[in-house]
């Protein structure tokens, strides 16, 4: 969250701060459960801008997305990010998709007349 709440920053810094003093590093972090629950393949953003700016960032693992967003006043602004060197992942693909959805909510939601 944009407050820094989120349960992964408090969890990162326990981390963090044991590596640096060189204590060992909690239990916690080597259990394969915490690191299947920690492997995010999609990570998004909001980046309000008062401006038509496109910001981006890119996904937390290799096999991940990343989508950055500003919304407008009349249209969202998006940037889809995906690393080349895993074969599963397809920024371009996913960028259809949701443009495609997108526009299929908006059919939707359209009031009938």
């Known amino acids: 969250t944009l407050n820094g709440l989120g349960i992964d920053r408090h969890l990162l810094g326990l981390k963090l701060q044991s590596i640096e003093k060189g204590l ?15 492997h995010w393949k999609l990570r998004t953003g909001q980046v309000p801008a008062n401006t038509d700016s496109v910001m981006c960032f890119g996904p937390l693992v290799p096999d991940g997305y990343a989508i950055c967003y500003n919304p407008q006043a009349d249209h969202v602004h998006f940037s889809i990010t995906a690393f080349n060197c895993c074969e599963e992942t397809h920024a ?22």
């Open 24 to 38: 060992t590093i909690p239990k916690i972090f080597m259990d394969t459960a915490y690191g299947l629950a920690t």
């Open 92 to 113: 371009e693909t996913l960028a259809l998709t949701l443009k495609d959805t997108l526009g299929q909510l908006q059919e939707l939601l359209q009031p009938t007349v």
